[in-house]
Nanobody, 121 residues
């Protein structure tokens, strides 16, 4: 059974930092691209950051987090991280971990349950 379990969310003041983590099980973690999405109340879920399964682990970021957020992975621990610095109130959302892999014509797509991040004074 595949599980992605996020942790590390919480309340942080504007300008603060937070690191959220996601531990995967039931999959060959190193073979999956790992993504962080977020969803704010009344808004659609949006991609925040992506790290591929390639050995060099290329990353991509949404424009609204570039320079502030860093995604990284530790395949030995089956864990992906999202380090969030200089947080803004508009970063308030539920953050979801996603594992994605495409093999030939089949896609494997798994989600965690989400962790709440609230940026407020």
């Amino acid at each position: 059974q595949v599980q992605l379990v996020e942790s590390g969310g919480g309340l942080v003041p504007p300008g603060g930092s937070l690191r959220v983590s996601c531990v995967g099980s039931g999959i060959t973690f190193s073979s999956y691209a790992m993504n962080w999405y977020r969803q704010a109340p009344g808004k659609e879920r949006e991609l925040v950051a992506r790290i591929t399964s390639a050995p060099s682990s290329p990353t991509n970021y949404a424009d609204f987090v570039k320079g502030r957020f860093t995604i990284s992975r530790d395949n030995a621990k089956n864990t992906v991280y999202l380090q969030m610095n200089n947080l803004k109130p508009e970063d308030t959302a539920v953050y979801y971990c996603n594992a994605f892999r495409k093999v030939l014509y089949r896609e494997y797509n798994y989600w965690g349950q989400g962790t709440q991040v609230t940026v407020s004074s």
